[in-house]
C-alpha cells in the first residue's frame, strides 16, 4: 500500500486527506480492520516509536496510551500488584502477559485522558492485552502484528470498526523529515537521539545513588518526554508513567500539572477509594469519572442526594482535604523528568510534594546553581543529561 485515503484532516473540513510516501514506496503499515483518521495516524506514528525505543532501552515489553499527539500514559510490562489490579479495574485470578501489563500500566497513569485513546504495543498483541482493550473505550491500536486470537477479539470493538495497525517493526525513517506549514517546508534531520543508562552519568547532587529501578524510570521519562508535545514534564514510578505535563508554555506549569496528575493517581490508592462500593452494572468510565470527582474539590458534586445513588450503593464519607494531603506525603521514590532545564528551583520544591526522589533534565540555566541547591536541600539524586528533548 503506497497511500492511504483518510476521510480528512484534523477536522471535516480539511479534505481531501492522505498519507503516503513521498519517495512512491509501500508504507510501513497495514490497516487490519477499521478506517484510521488523519489524527490517529499521528498518535499511531508516534506513539510507536515511543514503545519501541523504550523497549530497545530497556529490554521490557512497552505500551503507550496516546491522545491527541501526547501520551496521557507509557510504562514497561512489569507485573501488577493487588493494589495495581483494583485500581485498573482487572480480575484478580486473569492472567495477563508482559505486554499485557504494560498496557494496563500505561493506561491506568490517568484513565481519564486515556478514555478514547491510541494503544501502542512494541510486541505483538496478544489475546490478554486484546481482552482487557475491548472493555476500554478506545480509537485504536498499532503494534508489530497480532495473534490470531487477538485479532479476533479487536475486530469485535465498535460494531466492528476499531482501527487496527501493524507495522513493519524493521522499518527506519529518511534521516531527513518535513513538513508544511500555512505553504512553508521546514526540513530537519530526524530525532534519533538515543536514551539510555549512558545519558544518566553526570549526577550534579550530592547524592549519587541512582538504584537499577530510578535508572529505568529515568529512562521511561525522558523517552515519554521525547514524544511529548512541549513543554512538557514527565513522573514515573516502577517503569509507569504516573503523571504527564503536556504542552504548557511555562516550565513550572508543566511540573504542577504533572504532580497533580501524579498526586491523583496516587490518591486512587487511598483506603478510602479503594472501599468505594459502586452499584451494579456501572460503566467503567462512569466509575472513573466518579472516582475523579470524589478524590477532588468537587467531591460534593458525586455525593450529593439524588446523584450519589446512581453511582454507589451506600454514600461513602468524604474523603477530606486533610487526609488526601497526609497521604499523598506518604508517596516516595518517584522519577521526575523535564524536556528542558528547570530555570528556577521552584519546580523541584513541587516535584518534592508529589514523591520525587530522583531528577533527570538536560541543565543548562543559568540558575542551574540554585537548582541543585534546591534538590541538594531534600537529599534528591539529579542528573544533567545535556539534551533538550522538545517536540512539536
Known amino acids: 500500500m503506497k497511500e492511504f485515503e483518510l476521510k480528512y484532516g484534523c477536522n471535516p473540513n480539511q479534505k481531501p486527506a492522505r498519507i503516503y510516501m513521498k519517495d512512491g514506496s509501500e508504507l510501513p503499515v ?3 480492520n477499521g478506517r484510521p483518521g488523519y489524527i490517529n495516524f499521528l498518535d499511531a506514528l508516534n ?6 525505543e523504550l523497549k530497545e532501552a530497556t529490554g521490557l515489553p512497552s505500551a503507550a496510551s496516546f491522545k491527541h499527539v501526547s501520551p496521557a500514559g507509557a510504562a514497561v510490562g512489569l507485573p501488577l500488584s493487588e493494589v495495581d489490579r483494583r485500581i485498573y479495574f482487572v480480575e484478580p485470578d486473569a492472567e495477563l502477559s508482559p505486554i499485557a501489563c504494560a498496557y494496563i500500566r500505561a493506561r491506568g497513569a490517568d484513565r481519564l485522558c486515556s478514555y478514547g485513546d491510541w494503544a501502542a504495543l512494541s510486541d505483538v498483541c496478544d489475546a490478554a492485552t486484546a481482552a482487557y482493550l475491548k472493555a476500554e473505550v478506545s480509537d485504536g491500536i498499532i503494534a508489530p502484528g497480532y495473534t490470531e486470537e487477538a485479532l479476533a477479539i479487536l475486530k469485535t470493538k465498535k460494531k466492528g470498526n476499531y482501527n487496527v495497525v501493524e507495522i513493519d517493526p524493521a522499518y527506519v525513517p529518511a534521516s531527513q523529515e518535513c513538513k508544511d506549514v500555512f505553504g512553508v517546508t521546514f526540513e ?3 530525532n ?3 536514551i539510555d543508562e549512558a545519558l544518566l552519568q553526570n549526577i550534579v547532587t550530592e547524592n549519587h545513588d541512582l538504584p537499577r529501578q530510578a535508572q529505568i524510570d529515568m529512562i521511561v521519562a525522558l523517552i515519554t518526554l521525547k514524544y511529548t508535545q512541549s513543554n512538557s514534564v514527565c513522573y514515573v514510578k516502577d517503569g509507569q508513567a504516573i503523571g504527564v505535563g503536556a504542552g504548557q508554555q511555562s516550565r513550572i506549569h508543566c511540573t504542577r500539572l504533572a ?3 501524579a498526586d491523583n493517581w496516587y490518591l486512587r490508592q487511598h483506603p478510602k477509594v479503594l472501599a468505594l462500593d459502586f452499584v451494579d452494572g456501572i460503566r467503567r468510565p462512569d466509575r472513573d ?3 475523579d470527582i470524589y478524590t477532588s474539590e468537587e467531591y460534593e458534586d458525586v455525593l450529593a442526594d439524588g446523584t450519589w ?3 454507589f450503593k451506600s454514600r461513602p464519607e468524604a474523603l477530606t482535604a486533610e487526609e488526601k494531603k497526609a497521604w499523598i506525603a506518604t508517596q ?5 523528568g523535564s524536556d528542558a532545564f528547570f530555570p528556577f528551583g521552584d519546580n523541584v520544591e513541587r516535584a518534592r510534594k508529589s514523591g520525587v526522589q530522583y531528577i533527570a533534565e538536560p541543565g543548562g540555566s543559568i540558575r542551574d546553581d540554585h537548582v541543585i541547591e534546591t534538590a541538594n536541600k531534600y537529599n534528591m539524586t539529579m542528573c544533567f543529561t545535556g539534551m533538550r528533548l522538545f517536540h512539536h
Open 30 to 32: 497495514r490497516v487490519l
Open 47 to 52: 506513539s510507536w516509536q515511543l514503545v519501541k
Open 188 to 190: 530537519q534531520g530526524h
Open 192 to 194: 534519533d537521539f538515543r
Open 259 to 261: 504532580g497533580g496528575k
Open 289 to 291: 469519572n466518579a472516582i
Open 309 to 311: 445513588q446512581t453511582v
Open 332 to 336: 516516595r521514590g518517584v522519577t521526575c
